[in-house]
């Protein structure tokens, strides 16, 4: 039963922050693609709806004891885990990747759900095995293979974006959980290693990616326009900006993607240096906060899951502005609360969601 006493330990702030970050983004979609008369219904109003869902989500997991995941978190990985496999099987495919199901309708995208259940997985997992003195490498044998196996999969897809997300996460919360030193060595070795070698795993698109990142200008009308167009609209912003609607990069229609990937760019261009800070502003307040709530939450779980999920919105949204700006390679991963697309705005916010369950609960004992 919902305990009525947790309305008055509701986190607002957390709310204003994500509804004023997702405001901004949806006026930045319809700047971005106003100008498309060819489709019934604008992409700004549906990321209106995505974002209503988003909300009703977010509000319906604060209604049980957020603790009862950590006992659900291995039958729920390994469902996950299936779905993953079941994608390679059964999977749709578009432009090349298989990495949905067909459900009729709509598609699904378990990588996405991974996400979030890898998170509580390793929370789980690190909650139960605390070590004070740190885990040695023997210690990270499990927590390696439950984050390793879901990576192997969702390469296969191939999708290269979501596993680099995935090992981000996962190594953001064992550092947190803490690793002894010469593990850590040893563990720095192994992936230089491992990074080295697995260039030769690459498809040939992949490879090409990253060539294009160190030398975008060396295809400019192929492989390397993305970035390109997306550092100059990000630059032609100037300090101010040049208007909102008046960008020509994304206006003339010479920035591809401008509603999903080079999203940021758009907003670059329109609003300039100080808009970037006002955003980045938004961005900060909200990993901060969510840090401020894993500091304050009262189980180890609570700790750690609060800490995965921030994590996962604070490498998203790294990710996405290196990639835009040029600093890493594009691998298509979207801005939360500001590219459009409904899986990209429902993970957000469950794990939106679930911070507000771990924050109300901060007093429970």
Request: glycine share 10%.
């Amino acid at each position: 039963m919902f305990d009525r006493r947790l309305l008055a330990n509701f986190d607002w702030l957390l709310l204003a922050l994500i509804l004023t970050t997702a405001a901004l983004g949806i006026l930045n979609l319809y700047s971005s693609t106003s100008a498309w008369d060819n489709i019934s219904t604008p992409i700004y109003t549906k990321q209106m709806y995505w974002l209503g869902i988003g909300i009703i989500i977010a509000i319906s997991l604060t209604l049980f004891n957020y603790r009862q995941l950590e006992h659900m978190a291995l039958p729920i990985y390994a469902a996950c885990i299936l779905l993953l496999a079941a994608v390679l099987l059964f999977g749709q495919t578009n432009m090349g990747a298989t990495r949905w199901i067909n459900l009729g309708l709509f598609n699904l995208q378990p990588s996405e759900i991974m996400k979030v259940v890898i998170i509580i997985t390793l929370a789980a997992y690190f909650s139960r095995h605390e070590t004070p003195g740190g885990y040695t490498f023997t210690d990270l044998i499990i927590p390696g293979l439950l984050l390793l196996v879901p990576v192997a999969l969702i390469i296969k897809q191939p999708d290269l974006g979501t596993a680099m997300l995935l090992m981000f996460i996962g190594i953001t919360m064992l550092l947190f959980a803490g690793i002894q030193r010469p593990t850590l060595i040893a563990l720095g070795i192994l992936a230089a290693g491992a990074a080295g070698g697995g260039w030769f795993l690459l498809h040939d698109y992949q490879k090409n990616r990253i060539r294009t990142f160190l030398n975008p200008e060396s295809d400019p009308l192929g492989s390397g326009y993305h970035i390109i167009q997306s550092k100059i609209a990000v630059g032609s912003g100037g300090f101010w900006g040049r208007g909102f609607m008046h960008g020509t990069q994304s206006q003339l229609s010479f920035l591809p993607e401008r509603h999903t990937d080079f999203v940021f760019s758009v907003f670059a261009e329109e609003w300039g240096f100080v808009g970037c800070v006002l955003l980045l502003t938004l961005y900060a307040a909200i990993i901060l906060w969510g840090i401020h709530i894993a500091r304050k939450a009262d189980s180890s779980f609570g700790m750690y899951l609060a800490i995965g999920l921030t994590s996962m919105l604070f490498w998203h949204i790294i990710v996405n502005l290196g990639m835009v700006i040029g600093l890493l390679p594009v691998v298509g991963v979207p801005l939360p609360l500001f590219s459009y697309g409904g899986t990209c705005m429902v993970t957000t916010m469950i794990a939106v969601g679930l911070l507000f369950n771990i924050s109300m609960r901060r007093f429970m004992f």
